[in-house]
T-cell receptor, first 113, second 112 residues
């Protein structure tokens, strides 16, 4: 079984809709991250969390929100989706003191029409 | 501010040929350095990492990378490429407690 899972894997939605992307992990890691990937830009950090009570903005948090429901679950929400948010979204985890090595989920491809 | 550049957007090599993917970073001290690979439809997988010590590091799938402080580079190499190596490759650096910065990626195509 995969250590980091993301649901859904693909989603098409319309402008203005609220959408939630979910991430679960069985690695027992405290740290979790959300990135978006756009061609030619690599991965950009949206939000990150170092434990259940810790939420931090990344470099591109505008238009997004997150919820850390448990150590193993970290959700990303788009309150009102816009076409500019069409991208590939990745969840990742890392261990505290693990020298920053991150483990990635398979990604969610989101299309906003 | 930290940054990572990968000068080659796309590289095409023949199967069996050698490969070198370039990565340069900007940071005042020695950061933690990583190479990740992303196969089509999959997430990123760690190929190798450098923290300290020997500047030539070995990774999975026959890859290696060399850290050159004087050039602020961490180039990825493989002596003989296989068709299954076709993927997107990302260099990444981490020099602070909470962030990893990824380069824009290099797309590798392999000609049979």
């Amino acid at each position: 079984d995969a250590d980091v899972t993301q649901t859904p894997r693909n989603r098409i939605t319309k402008t203005g809709k609220r959408i939630m992307l979910e991430c679960s992990q069985t690695k027992g890691h405290d740290r979790m991250y959300w990135y978006r990937q756009d061609p030619g830009l690599g991965l950009r950090l949206i939000y990150y969390s170092f434990d259940v009570k810790d939420i931090n903005k990344g470099e591109i948090s505008d238009g997004y929100s997150v919820s850390r429901q448990a150590q193993a679950k970290f959700s990303l929400s788009l309150e009102s989706a816009i076409p500019n948010q069409t991208a590939l979204y990745f969840c990742a985890t890392s261990a505290t003191g693990g020298l920053h090595e991150q483990f990635f989920g398979p990604g969610t491809r989101l299309t906003v029409l | 501010a930290q940054s990572v550049t990968q000068p080659d957007i796309h590289i095409t090599v023949s199967e069996g040929a050698s490969l070198e993917l370039r990565c340069n970073y900007s940071y005042g001290a020695t950061p933690y350095l990583f190479w990740y690979v992303q196969s089509p439809g999959q997430g990123l997988q760690l190929l190798l990492k450098y923290f300290s010590g020997d500047t030539l590091v070995q990774g999975i799938k026959g890859f290696e990378a060399e850290f050159k402080r004087s050039q602020s580079s961490f180039n990825l190499r493989k002596p003989s490429v296989h068709w299954s190596d076709a993927a997107e490759y990302f260099c990444a650096v981490s020099a602070s407690y909470d962030k990893v910065i990824f380069g824009p990626g290099t797309s590798l195509s392999v000609i049979p």
